[in-house]
């Protein structure tokens, strides 16, 4: 079956995962951690990318994206991507022992909306859900870590959000969110299709083409 063409328009939330090849691990120690959000923060800065939020994980990773312009997604992404692979082999001493990502890396839009608030705390709350730390916060590794705890320096790479943060949102992230939401985010990633109310899936069928994602994974729920 033939893949399904990429989204890549500006001024829209897309939400970006990829793991290591076989499901390997990636990220070994603190090190490894850094590697890669000195390379983020190069990507962010080089063009111009709004990051939302991201998490990494011992053998994945998830971002955020807000790109400004058509074709933004696409390059950053592959700059990220490809850039992180040299120096990680570099620094493992593997230069030339094949690929570090699994392939095709999982892109899917997301409604800035309450959905928006919805995909951004499941990233932000994956350590916790994995039980790497008891809250959230704690995992220095993401977005909410960098947002609360980090140096002037380390928040500038995170752009505003499309919406309101909601009031007490460290209380409210760590809480556990519901099957549906979870299945409803999970499907996206496994099917790359987008995230949204049932208005904003039909609208976005006709303005992005979208009729033969859809019928991949079934007409969407109603969402908030």
Not at 67 to 74: C, I, K, V, W
Not at 120 to 144: F, G, H, M, T
Request: glycine share 6%; hydrophobic share 35%.
């Amino acid at each position: 079956m033939p893949r399904l063409e990429r989204i890549d328009v500006g001024n829209n939330v897309y939400h970006i995962l990829n793991r290591a090849n076989a499901r390997a691990q990636i990220f070994y120690n603190d090190n490894d951690y850094k590697l890669f959000e000195s390379i983020l923060e190069e990507a962010v800065e080089k063009f111009k990318m709004r990051l939302l939020a991201y998490c990494l994980m011992p053998n994945h990773w998830h971002l955020v994206l807000y790109p400004r312009n058509d074709g933004d997604l696409a390059l950053f992404i592959s700059w990220l991507t490809n850039t992180h692979t040299r120096r990680w082999h570099t620094e493992k001493g593997t230069v030339g022992e094949g690929h570090l990502y699994q392939g095709r890396y999982k892109s899917f839009l997301c409604q800035d909306d309450g959905h928006f608030l919805t995909l951004v705390r499941y990233v932000e709350r994956n350590a916790k859900k994995a039980k790497l730390v008891l809250k959230s916060v704690d995992w220095p590794w993401s977005s909410v870590w960098r947002r609360e705890k980090g140096t002037d320096k380390q928040k500038k790479i995170l752009a505003p959000w499309p919406v309101p943060r909601p009031e007490n949102y460290l209380l409210w992230l760590d809480q556990s969110q519901s099957e549906e939401e979870e299945g409803t985010i999970e499907m996206s990633v496994l099917k790359s299709s987008p995230f949204g109310s049932l208005d904003w899936m039909e609208d976005a069928v006709k303005k992005f083409n979208l009729e033969q994602t859809l019928r991949r994974v079934g007409r969407p729920r109603k969402g908030g």
